[in-house]
């Protein structure tokens, strides 16, 4: 895991999920767009439209263009808490 973080962050307990089936680790407390970004995925979806690669872009709840699959409900990843054991896959839909 890249730990280039916030000073103190490093002591919170790891958490491990699955993005597009690859175990990915994060810190509890992270939200899934930050860990998901840290470790390189930062398209999470396509857009409907033209197919274009979408990721983060407000990174607080707005945009919506961080939709992601969380154990079969679409969430936001910029305002979704990492938890253990958790299924991310791309295609969210707005
Ligand atoms: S990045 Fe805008 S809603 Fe998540």
Redesign the pocket.
């Known amino acids: 895991m890249n730990d280039q973080r916030l000073p103190g962050t490093a002591a919170r307990p790891e958490v491990a999920f699955t993005f597009e089936g690859r175990t990915v680790t994060a810190r509890a407390g992270d939200s899934l767009?930050m860990a998901l970004w840290t470790v390189g995925d930062v398209a999470l979806r396509q857009s409907s439209r033209d197919g274009a690669a979408r990721?983060?872009?407000?990174?607080?709840?707005?945009?919506?263009?961080?939709?992601v699959v969380v154990d079969g409900v679409t969430v936001?990843?910029?305002?979704t808490l990492v938890r253990a054991g958790m299924d991310v896959r791309r295609g969210g839909k707005p």
């Open positions: 767009a990721g983060v872009w407000c990174n607080m709840g707005i945009c919506y263009e961080c939709l936001r990843a910029c305002t």
